[in-house]
């Protein structure tokens, strides 16, 4: 069983389309992230949701928008696509409260995301 | 300056030899420090966390963790070809933020 997943794997589009990637994890956790690693492998978070609530929102454009139905998802909704915006995309997720020590991520798979 | 900063690599070493990766991070009110490895095309998976001053143990892996120093490396024991990877070191702010720095490229070489 997958414990984090993603979809889709891959995601090849034209600039200025909108697309979702969708993320799942069966682990019971509360707290759900989403990271964009670039092509230097520059891992930065964007943002993070807890029982659904936006916990951490870090500077991303607003093109960018998160959606958590309930605490076992949380999907990505990225409007008018550039041409930057071409990286992998990694969903995670903790047991714990961010913040909390022991808040180990566990991350899925990656969405690699190319915009043409 | 950024939050965590790793040596980029790649770093070579041979078969059975040991192999240390260096981390330092700017903020002092950090707590927690974290090990990823990442394979080629995969995602990053865990392998160590550490909270205090000193060494962490778990099997071939040793942390090592210095909060005056603001520095935590991993070494990677009996290096086998299987730990070729960019590893990843993690760190929790005092803003309970989790900053990645850029990663250390490991080949080790058979």
């Known amino acids: 069983d997958t414990a984090v997943s993603q979809t889709p794997k891959y995601l090849v589009t034209q600039m200025g389309n909108d697309k979702s990637i969708k993320c799942e994890q069966n682990?019971?956790?509360?707290?759900m992230y989403w990271y964009k690693q670039d092509s230097k492998k520059f891992l930065k978070i964007m943002f993070s949701?807890?029982?659904?609530?936006?916990?951490i929102n870090e500077t991303v454009p607003n093109r960018f928008s998160p959606k958590s139905p309930d605490k076992a998802h949380l999907n990505l909704h990225i409007n008018s696509l550039e041409l930057g915006d071409s990286a992998v995309y990694f969903c995670a997720s903790s047991q714990e409260f961010p913040g909390s020590p022991g808040d180990t991520q566990y991350f899925g798979p990656g969405t690699r995301l190319t915009v043409l | 300056q950024k939050e965590v900063e790793q040596n980029s690599g790649p770093l070579s070493v041979p078969e059975g030899a040991i192999a240390s990766l260096n981390c330092t991070y700017s903020?002092?009110?950090?707590?927690?420090f974290f090990w990823y490895r990442q394979y080629s095309g995969k995602s990053p998976e865990l392998i160590m966390s550490?909270?205090?001053?000193g060494d962490k143990e778990d099997g071939r892996f040793t942390a090592q963790l210095n909060k005056a120093s603001q520095y935590v490396s991993l070494l990677i024991r009996d290096s086998q070809p299987s730990d070729s990877a960019t590893y990843l070191c993690?760190?929790?702010?005092?803003?309970?933020?989790?900053?990645f720095g850029t990663g250390t490229r490991l080949t080790v070489i058979p």
């Open positions: 903020d002092r009110g950090s707590q927690s």
């Open positions: 993690a760190v929790k702010t005092g803003a309970n933020n989790l900053f």
């Open positions: 949701y807890n029982n659904k609530e936006l916990i």
């Open positions: 550490i909270y205090s001053n």
């Open positions: 682990l019971g956790h509360d707290t």
